[in-house]
């Protein structure tokens, strides 16, 4: 039980868990599916999670990156939410996860004098008051005109009227979800990507397993388990409906649309949150990067890579340059994303879960639908969570956990994982005191052991453990990235890497971060996975070409033609 997701021992992994019988398999590997399988294996309890693709490769690479009570929830009177959003932030960022999760300030610009600021200070009253009693992240503050533009010269100085500073924290959503997985594999769980759940094994009405395809060699194996527990997102009702379940809510898809800039785009040296029409619009500093989002529209197509359109990349420009000196345009932008978040909607039953649905949020537009989470239990032997937020993952996981394990003969303990660190956390501020000298223990330049302790925490010694035993490694991946070779070889010895999309999309985000979505950097990582994973030359131009279709796919959005929108007026924000 080491922690270690080695993409080589996957066969041994699909061994186990059909040699089962298990006490949980859970259905799906995005945050909710990792947190479930890392709170059922810190029980003690027996536990296996397949995923249909990779790890966070549904909407849980796609989100804001943030970990945060969420303000507009706030105005829309979602105290609970909230108040239960922010705790987690604090206790991710102090105790759980400090080496992932990051404070963030954001500046907040004013643009009504006399009735802004007592309102949205009110606001930030109530959000900072919400925080536990340590306080890991900064109060808010308020700032005049000149401070804000001192923090944000970006902004168009007209009726700009000061400007609201407050904190909340980021993470990269990816890294963190597979970390989880991780230390659930650390405690046990045995963890299979490219795996699909097909349908659910019955004995009678009880779920007794699921059979299961293996997406990599066409073979179909069964797992049995005592109980099964689905975190499929937006998925939720196709794996209910495969099965004939007759869930106590469905998921209703809401598509959001991240733009991502260079620094250079836009001259801040802070996070900002503006109001629009409909929502909120973030500027999220993401190292030499910004990403700026969100938007908010139901979706019905493709759940597998959902498609931004001209339309939203226009949207998104169009309210950015509504407070910004110099407007964005499309060549600013280096990479479009766009995530499905699974919202409930109704018909939802209340069975020994937390429904706050109502029967007409089907006509509700999606920005007001509760963003709270559902546990049902449709069947005897079968759970499933959907809904919530990135933020509060390990509530989610452990109220599914609690209502699976409800009835499991013998005494299952309470969720742990508010005590439990994630893998990476141990030691953390000695090993960030001591980058210096593993540095130099390692041969390498401080900047490398500096950039590997930001994305590894305290486990940037087994990254610096390749370097050491192939020099090559420590070679950068891509020009004008920190990114190192070792990380594509460490996504495939540890972090359960099995194809270049994993590795360039979801390990390293080059995907989103590099203006070729990557695409130079894949000749590289095939290189490096070749040699890791035994590809001859057929499977080495195959993996090539998957990867440039990916990208291609992505990229998409880019190209479509159509003026940006006028700027026309400085911020009008409704109240
Ligand atoms: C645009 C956007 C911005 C967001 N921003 C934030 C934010 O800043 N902060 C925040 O807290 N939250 C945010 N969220 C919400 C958050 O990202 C989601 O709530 C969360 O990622 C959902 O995780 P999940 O595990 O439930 O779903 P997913 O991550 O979608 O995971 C479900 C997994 O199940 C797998 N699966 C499906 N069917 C099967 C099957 N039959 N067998 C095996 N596997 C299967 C899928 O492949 C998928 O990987 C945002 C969401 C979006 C869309």
Redesign the pocket.
């Known amino acids: 039980m080491t922690g270690v997701l080695d993409a080589r021992d996957r066969d041994e992994a699909i061994r186990t868990l059909a040699a089962g019988p298990l006490d949980v398999l859970v259905?799906?590997?995005?945050?909710?599916?990792?947190?479930a399988a890392l709170d059922a294996a810190s029980r003690g309890l027996r536990v296996g999670l397949?995923?249909?693709?990779?790890?966070?490769?549904?909407?849980?690479?796609?989100?804001?990156?943030?970990?945060?009570g969420?303000l507009r929830y706030l105005e829309q009177g979602d105290f609970k939410l909230v108040r239960e959003?922010l705790r987690e932030r604090d206790l991710l960022v102090s105790r759980l996860a400090p080496h992932l999760v990051r404070p963030v300030p954001f500046l907040y610009p004013l643009y009504k004098k006399v009735v802004e600021r007592p309102y949205v200070g009110a606001g930030l009253v109530i959000y900072d008051a919400m925080e536990g009693v340590k306080r890991p992240v900064p109060h808010h503050r308020h700032l005049t005109t000149r401070g804000a533009l001192r923090r944000a010269p970006a902004l168009r100085p007209e009726r700009l009227a000061g400007a609201m500073m407050y904190y909340d924290a980021q993470v990269d959503?990816a890294r963190y979800?597979v970390t989880v997985a991780r230390t659930a594999a650390r405690y046990g769980a045995t963890v299979v990507t490219r795996?699909?759940?097909?349908s659910l094994l019955r004995d009678g009405s009880r779920v007794t397993g699921?059979s299961?395809l293996d997406e990599e060699s066409g073979r179909v194996f069964e797992v049995r388990a005592a109980r099964v527990i689905v975190?499929?997102?937006?998925?939720?009702d196709?794996?209910h409906e495969?099965s004939g379940v007759r869930a106590g809510y469905q998921v209703r898809m809401?598509?959001?649309?991240?733009l991502v800039m260079p620094r250079s785009a836009i001259d801040a040296d802070t996070g900002m949150i503006v109001r629009t029409s409909k929502s909120v619009l973030?500027f999220i500093p993401w190292d030499t990067r910004w990403i700026v989002?969100?938007?908010?529209t139901d979706w019905s197509g493709d759940r597998?890579e959902p498609a931004a359109t001209a339309e939203d990349v226009d949207y998104i420009l169009g309210e950015a340059n509504r407070v910004l000196a110099r407007p964005l345009t499309r060549d600013d932008v280096l990479a479009v994303y766009?995530?499905?978040?699974?919202l409930i909607a109704g018909p939802a039953g209340d069975k020994g879960g937390e429904s706050r649905a109502g029967d007409k949020d089907g006509e509700k537009p999606t920005t007001k639908l509760s963003?709270e989470h559902v546990v049902d239990a449709p069947l005897p032997g079968l759970v499933s969570?959907?809904?919530?937020?990135?933020?509060?993952?390990r509530l989610?996981a452990r109220d599914v956990v609690d209502v699976a394990t409800a009835d499991l003969p013998g005494q299952v303990p309470g969720s742990v994982t508010e005590l439990l660190s994630l893998l990476g956390a141990d030691g953390l501020p000695a090993v960030r005191a001591s980058a210096r000298r593993i540095a130099g223990d390692y041969g390498v330049p401080a900047a490398v052991a500096v950039h590997l302790i930001g994305r590894y925490g305290s486990l940037a010694t087994e990254v610096l453990d390749l370097i050491r035993a192939d020099r090559t490694l420590g070679q950068p991946l891509l020009g004008g990235f920190a990114y190192l070779r070792a990380e594509v070889a460490y996504a495939v010895t540890h972090e359960g890497a099995l194809h270049v999309e994993d590795v360039l999309a979801r390990r390293v985000r080059l995907l989103i971060e590099s203006p070729d979505a990557g695409t130079s950097a894949a000749p590289e990582v095939v290189a490096i996975m070749a040699g890791l994973l035994g590809w001859n030359r057929r499977r080495r131009a195959i993996e090539l070409r998957r990867y440039q279709d990916f990208a291609d796919a992505n990229a998409a959005a880019l190209t479509a033609v159509g003026p940006v929108p006028e700027v026309e007026s400085v911020a009008p924000i409704p109240a």
Do not use: N, Q
């Open positions: 259905i799906g590997g995005g945050i909710t599916g990792a947190g397949v995923e249909s693709r990779d790890l966070a490769a549904g909407t849980s690479s796609r989100s804001s990156k943030l970990i945060h969420g959003a959503d979800t795996a699909t759940a097909t699921a299961v975190c499929a997102g937006v998925w939720s196709l794996v495969a809401s598509k959001g649309v991240h973030f989002g969100t938007t908010d597998a766009a995530g499905l978040r699974p963003r969570v959907a809904g919530g937020k990135f933020t509060t993952y989610m």
